[in-house]
């Protein structure tokens, strides 16, 4: 089973892009996720993921995600890799999103 659960802020506010074959719609962002832990200094730890929403999903979410926002996120981790023009090869980890649930309110949301 590849399912996976986080917990985070959206670093930078993504924007809907379009797939140039297919034209489906797309957005990815980083999801900063600090860890359970601390490191030997007593410093809070963060990890900054790759989240990636598809289709129907990324339309309705877009006006939603913003930078700072905190968010829960499941999905599916997607791990893959390119070749550069000289020949390496590159890999990659991102998320994609099945489902988010925010976990704040946008600032023209919260109530008195």
Same mark, same amino acid.
């Given at each position: 089973?590849?399912?996976?659960?986080?917990?985070? *802020?959206?670093?930078?506010?993504?924007?809907?892009?379009?797939?140039?074959?297919?034209?489906?719609?797309?957005?990815?962002?980083?999801?900063?996720?600090?860890?359970?832990?601390?490191? %030997?200094?007593?410093?809070?730890?963060?990890?900054? %993921?790759?989240?990636?929403?598809?289709? *129907? %999903?990324?339309?309705?979410?877009?006006?939603?995600?913003?930078?700072?926002?905190?968010?829960?996120?499941?999905? *599916?981790?997607?791990?893959?890799?390119?070749?550069?023009?000289?020949?390496? *090869?590159?890999?990659?980890?991102?998320?994609?999103?099945?489902?988010?649930?925010?976990?704040?309110?946008?600032?023209?949301?919260?109530?008195?």
């Amino acid at each position: 089973m590849n399912k996976v659960l986080l917990i985070g *802020r959206i670093v930078k506010t993504p924007e809907l892009r379009h797939t140039t074959e297919k034209n489906i719609p797309y957005l990815k962002f980083i999801l900063a996720v600090d860890r359970e832990f601390k490191n %030997i200094n007593k410093d809070k730890e963060t990890d900054f %993921i790759q989240i990636a929403l598809w289709g *129907r %999903i990324a339309e309705s979410l877009v006006e939603h995600l913003e930078k700072g926002r905190l968010i829960n996120v499941i999905g *599916r981790l997607k791990v893959g890799s390119y070749e550069i023009q000289e020949g390496e *090869r590159k890999y990659y980890a991102e998320i994609i999103a099945e489902q988010i649930n925010f976990l704040d309110f946008k600032k023209e949301e919260k109530t008195n």
